[in-house]
């Protein structure tokens, strides 16, 4: 296996440094375990220290080449698959499992679409059941949790996802409830940039000890620094409030008042209906591009172009596909063929109603802001790239009134909140808060989205950041 494949990028020296820092109480009991050791980067900062015998380090890799290497360095070494072959949860007397007072490392990061979880799905599947089998680096984590000592510490830099995405709920509320998390230290974008890996990471630094209800988790941002800062903002959050959050966010901007805004909130996709969208299977073969009177809004590969009057005709239907940051209004971009032939191919949701004759609206499905339009009447949708709400109440919440809000900055603050990452996804949007808006209120916002609408009608590149710091200061009012 190649280096990518073993998810093999090695730590930045003043990374490795501020980390090995952060352990503290090495002495003559203490054992070390870096389970997945690489070119051997921290143990050989320890060694050169003299924190540590090299007689208490151990270290683990899958990869034969790194043997000689650790060897020589005088540490035990084991050449193991970590994941797979530890045992670390029957330790009963007789099976008594090997545990470390302090462990550090860089776990690989692969995720589910990586041939390593792929081939050892249903093993791994049987031992990480409690937390799920979604990236290596989470495994890692709850894996070397198992390994420490009590009062042991623990050290990892590994991609930040784990701090807000779904995905790692089961991650977030294990480490929460069994251990104290000292801090999290949120590196610089570009920490990993030589070596080629674009991954957004932060290190966690905890203890195996149980929570009391002062203990204070410091999160360091140090996501805007320069290279090798790690002196960032911090902002303390009390460990136990985070396990009163949704899905347990670990919310390291201080915005706790506003969380529990949004906890207490109805749910904005209780007031609508409708959701993720189809695949036609074959883009190229059922879709066109509609032209609209000489005025298209698809630009890609596609060649085939249908007039706007010929779509509403039966054999058609409109089709929007288009995610980004597109807002209030596009028409959409293409049409799809409706005859009893194309039709069997396409991959369509149940709950697709295929006669929806009401006023939707779209949010673009992964991408880095909230972003919310009309829909065209009677169009389907693409799964991924929009997602179709019809609101359930149209008297009383327009579907201006949830495009307004949803473009709004608190609502672009609040999703960033609850995921972090650039990849907004329907789980997320099912997290969004409706607060009691007024009525005056929601009619304003009306009101305005109308007016933009209408202006884009006539130029789609319309400049609506006025009427945009209109809404935004309503909506505000909500979140403060
Ligand atoms: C991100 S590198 C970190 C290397 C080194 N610790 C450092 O920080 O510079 C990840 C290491 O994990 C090893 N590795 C990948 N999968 C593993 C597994 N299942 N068990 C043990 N080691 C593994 C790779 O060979 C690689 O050396």
Known sequence: M??????AFYTPKHTVNYMVNLLFGFDEKSKLLEPCGGD????SDILENNSLKSRQITVWDINPDVKNHIERLGVKFELKDALLQTIFQNDDLFNKIEKFTHIIGNPPYLNKQSSYIKKNKNKLKKIYDEIGVNDTYALFIYLCC???ETNGQLCFITSDTYLTLGIHKKLRKFLLTNFVIKNI??????????????????????????IDENDIIIFNDCRNLEIGNYNGDKYYTKQNKLLSYPDYIFDFNGNGKLIEKIEKAEKL?????GGLGMHTTDNEKFLAIVDYNG?????????KFVSVDEVKNKDWKFYHKKGGDTKYYLPAEYCIRWDNESIKSYKMPKNYNLREKRQGFLISGICSTLSARMATVGALWESNKAMCFF???????????FIGILNSDPYNKIIKILNHTNSIQIRDIKKLPLFNFDNNDIEQIVKIVKKIIEQMKKNIDYNFSLEQN????IVNKYIL
């Open 391 to 401: 609101p359930k109440n149209p008297q009383k919440y327009p579907p201006e009134f």
């Open 269 to 273: 996709i209780d007031f609508v209906d």
């Open 470 to 473: 209109k809404i935004n200061q």
């Open 146 to 148: 198992h390994l420490l």
């Open 185 to 210: 230290t949120l590196c610089q974008h570009d920490l990993f940039k030589d070596t080629g890996a674009l991954v957004n990471t932060c290190i966690i630094f905890l203890e195996n000890r149980k």
């Open 2 to 7: 190649n280096k990518k494949d073993l998810g």
């Open 295 to 303: 005025i298209k809004y698809a630009k890609n590969g596609i060649k």
């Open 40 to 43: 051997g980067a921290f143990i």
